[in-house]
């Protein structure tokens, strides 16, 4: 075996390890899960290791939105300044964002209970809760996972669900809007009025950026999978992720032609031709020799699985402040969904 393989795959054994001792899961019902209507064709799920390793990392994934999304919606239920800011967009987006929160973190308990149940190692990221919060009204101060104040979002989703191209055959979409290294959460109580503005409209476009990465992940790793059960998580989670991303996607429609000093350049969404237009438009899928098809994209290993989601994030800023521990955990995480075949 290969070195670097070696050194991946022990890193990932002493992260889950570690993690594991550290977890305060505990083992659900059986019962729970082996009712009439269970898919469980006995009262204990068995997995094999690419399945386990494609529900491990899902799990790191979905502790990793808890998070994100925890802090929103502690800031849209507390932060007056910045819930206005989000109405601003739309009426909606601050219960969208905690309704986003509650969704995210039991999908994360789920999977871990799940895996639990199925005599396996779930996934506690708690050792990484070290980046501060920001020091602002209604934000607890406690230590988190993910970093939302210097971030570069990827706007190329909203041109790509509007076009017929395709990342899988090597299609690329401008930025509607350059957002780099900007916070997507207010830093400081003194930022108020048309800047606080432009900080949540970089946020509305970074919460339709995660989820739509959510929905092509499950879309790639459900391929790799084998056992039914696992099949059936990642069918009846995954559209979950697409459910969000249609919500954020459609609150863009609120975003106002802005430009502020420091800040991204925002266009008026109301002027764009493809105002409204937020049905995903048939594209190419599988061969372009087959009829254009409206379709989640991209959905290949490469453009779309654990490392190019995980790559995604690190690019993105979410992870800014971080171990090396953490990163090497998630990049092998990451490496082993990836290489799981359906078997
Ligand atoms: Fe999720």
Same mark, same amino acid.
């Given at each position: 075996?290969?070195?670097? =393989?070696?050194?991946?795959?022990?890193?990932?054994?002493?992260?889950?390890?570690?993690?594991? $001792?550290?977890?305060?899961?505990?083992?659900?019902?059986?019962?729970?899960?082996?009712?009439?209507?269970?898919?469980?064709?006995?009262?204990?799920?068995?997995? #094999?290791? #690419?399945?386990?390793?494609?529900?491990?990392?899902?799990?790191?994934?979905?502790?990793?939105?808890?998070?994100?999304?925890?802090?929103?919606?502690?800031?849209? =239920?507390?932060?007056?300044?910045?819930?206005?800011?989000?109405?601003?967009?739309?009426? *909606?987006? /601050?219960?969208?964002?905690?309704?986003?929160?509650?969704?995210?973190?039991?999908?994360?308990?789920?999977?871990?209970?799940?895996?639990?149940?199925?005599? =396996?190692?779930?996934? #506690?990221?708690? &050792?990484?809760?070290?980046?501060? *919060?920001? /020091?602002?009204?209604?934000?607890?101060?406690?230590?988190?996972?993910?970093?939302?104040?210097?971030?570069?979002?990827?706007? &190329?989703?909203?041109?790509?669900?509007?076009?017929?191209? #395709?990342?899988?055959?090597?299609?690329?979409?401008?930025?509607?809007? $350059?957002?780099?290294?900007?916070?997507?959460?207010? %830093?400081?109580?003194?930022?108020?009025?048309?800047?606080?503005?432009?900080?949540?409209?970089?946020?509305?476009?970074?919460?339709?950026?995660?989820?739509?990465?959510?929905?092509?992940?499950?879309?790639?790793?459900? %391929?790799?999978? $084998? *056992?039914?059960?696992?099949?059936?998580?990642?069918?009846?989670?995954?559209?979950?992720?697409?459910?969000?991303?249609?919500?954020?996607?459609?609150?863009?429609?609120?975003?106002?032609?802005?430009?502020?000093?420091?800040?991204?350049?925002?266009?008026?969404?109301?002027?764009?031709?493809?105002?409204?237009?937020?049905?995903?438009?048939?594209?190419?899928?599988?061969?372009?020799?087959?009829?254009?098809? &409206?379709?989640?994209?991209?959905?290949?290993?490469?453009?779309?699985?654990?490392?190019?989601?995980?790559?995604?994030?690190?690019?993105?800023?979410?992870?800014?402040?971080?171990?090396?521990?953490?990163?090497?955990?998630?990049?092998?995480?990451? *490496?082993?969904?990836?290489?799981?075949?359906? &078997?």
């Amino acid at each position: 075996m290969e070195d670097s =393989k070696v050194g991946t795959m022990q890193n990932r054994r002493s992260f889950l390890k570690a993690t594991a $001792t550290a977890g305060a899961l505990t083992l659900p019902g059986i019962g729970l899960l082996t009712g009439a209507e269970s898919v469980f064709a006995s009262s204990k799920p068995t997995i #094999n290791d #690419n399945d386990l390793a494609v529900l491990q990392f899902l799990a790191a994934a979905e502790l990793l939105e808890c998070d994100l999304w925890g802090q929103y919606c502690e800031l849209a =239920k507390n932060n007056e300044g910045f819930r206005r800011a989000l109405q601003e967009i739309d009426e *909606s987006l /601050p219960d969208y964002v905690c309704g986003d929160f509650e969704d995210e973190c039991s999908h994360a308990s789920f999977i871990n209970a799940f895996l639990v149940a199925a005599g =396996k190692d779930p996934v #506690n990221l708690d &050792s990484f809760r070290t980046l501060p *919060s920001v /020091p602002v009204e209604g934000a607890k101060d406690i230590g988190r996972l993910t970093n939302l104040t210097n971030l570069t979002v990827d706007t &190329s989703y909203y041109e790509r669900y509007r076009q017929h191209g #395709n990342p899988d055959f090597g299609d690329t979409f401008e930025q509607i809007v $350059t957002i780099k290294n900007q916070p997507t959460v207010p %830093t400081s109580d003194s930022i108020r009025g048309l800047d606080l503005l432009s900080i949540a409209q970089s946020a509305a476009f970074h919460f339709a950026a995660i989820e739509q990465g959510g929905s092509s992940l499950y879309n790639s790793l459900i %391929t790799k999978v $084998t *056992s039914l059960d696992v099949v059936a998580i990642l069918a009846s989670i995954g559209p979950t992720e697409v459910y969000h991303f249609a919500v954020f996607q459609t609150a863009l429609e609120g975003i106002r032609d802005l430009e502020r000093p420091g800040g991204p350049e925002f266009p008026d969404i109301a002027d764009r031709p493809n105002r409204g237009d937020i049905m995903p438009e048939p594209c190419s899928f599988l061969d372009k020799s087959f009829p254009i098809c &409206s379709v989640i994209r991209p959905r290949n290993t490469n453009t779309a699985g654990a490392v190019a989601a995980a790559t995604g994030l690190v690019k993105s800023g979410l992870f800014e402040g971080q171990s090396q521990a953490f990163f090497d955990a998630v990049v092998a995480l990451a *490496s082993a969904a990836d290489s799981a075949i359906r &078997s």
